[in-house]
């Protein structure tokens, strides 16, 4: 096809592709632009499941529920005792790694439950405080738990143990985080 | 190479840009790929609180959220605590079981993000937790900034 055109001395049909360029990057620019990079960050939960009318709730011993109790003015009730939300941290880690020794607190981490209970005018960032708290509480013991099995931090056991080799992750199997977000008390 | 020198100084010093638009065109294949597309304009004022205790949420596609916040309008002026699923405000809270639901059967992994305004009452949270629960939408998030350095 080429030849027979070059024979009658007509250049060859072609689309100019210097604007190509340009074109592509106005594309990605818009792209660039209209991309949200920003990742969601925030606390994980787990709702409990839908209760079954006629099936009780298992039993629990009181023993193993810590409760903490946060009024409308974002003020702690820690077992029924006035405390702070700086405080909390500290004793969800004496709640859990009890192991049966102090009556008031859990018998064994395997049990060992929290209960976050909160008014309807509770405001949400003293929940979110509390919270985080508690949480906090729960990465501290799996940062040391992770230490004495020879790792730097959690994070690093995450990364080597359950991510590389997919084995289960026996720090939270062993320490398991069961937050309970109670429901406020109908009135 | 210095016998040669003299040649080598005729050779061209232009950038070979024959390949840039492809190289363009994978970058833009990139973005195409990786963008969620903006998604919707929010009419209740969430400002998020602050915690430490935090995990980011990688599979962007799987993530629904719902604001709760007092409303924005007109003026700045702010009206009261509403929910809003998607583009709608949400009238009846009953409503966020059935929204929900028909969510989890197209993504049976979806997380609910729940974006909430830090002046918002407990109240509000835990009726949409409660809807939540009904629809089975277990896996929640509260949406949280990083904690700054006090």
Request: hydrophobic residues 40%; negative net charge.
């Amino acid at each position: 096809m080429g030849k027979l055109m070059q024979k009658r001395g007509r250049k060859e049909a072609e689309i100019p592709t210097s604007s190509m360029a340009d074109i592509a990057f106005l594309l990605l620019i818009f792209f660039l632009v209209t991309t949200t990079i920003d990742v969601d960050t925030g606390i994980g939960m787990v709702l409990p499941p839908k209760l079954e009318e006629d099936v009780e709730p298992p039993p629990i011993k009181e023993r193993n529920v810590l409760k903490i109790l946060v009024n409308e003015q974002g003020m702690v009730l820690v077992e029924d005792e006035p405390s702070s939300v700086q405080l909390i941290r500290d004793v969800v880690k004496t709640h859990v790694l009890n192991n049966g020794q102090d009556p008031r607190y859990a018998e064994s981490p395997g049990n060992a439950l929290v209960s976050i209970k909160t008014s309807r005018e509770t405001p949400y960032n003293a929940y979110v405080d509390v919270l985080d708290e508690v949480w906090m509480g729960y990465f501290e013991m799996w940062d040391s738990e992770a230490r004495s099995l020879g790792y730097e931090n959690y994070q690093q056991y995450v990364d080597v143990v359950v991510e590389g080799q997919d084995a289960d992750n026996a720090i939270r199997e062993k320490i398991k985080a069961q937050i309970s977000i109670a429901e406020p008390d109908q009135n | 190479m210095s016998t040669h020198f003299k040649k080598k100084a005729k050779t061209k010093e232009d950038i070979p840009t024959a390949s840039l638009p492809d190289i363009i065109f994978m970058l833009l294949i990139f973005f195409m790929v990786s963008t969620v597309l903006r998604e919707q304009t929010v009419q209740v004022r969430t400002i998020l609180p602050q915690a430490e205790a935090i995990s980011k949420i990688e599979q962007k596609r799987l993530v629904s959220y719902v604001w709760i916040g007092p409303m924005k309008l007109d003026g700045n002026r702010l009206g009261e605590t509403a929910v809003q699923i998607d583009d709608a405000l949400i009238e009846d809270v009953g409503t966020i079981r059935t929204v929900m639901y028909r969510k989890l059967v197209e993504q049976p992994r979806l997380i609910v993000s729940l974006r909430v305004d830090e002046t918002s009452e407990m109240g509000k949270v835990l009726d949409v937790q409660q809807e939540l629960r009904e629809a089975n939408t277990l896996r929640i998030n509260y949406s949280t900034k990083r904690q700054l350095a006090n």
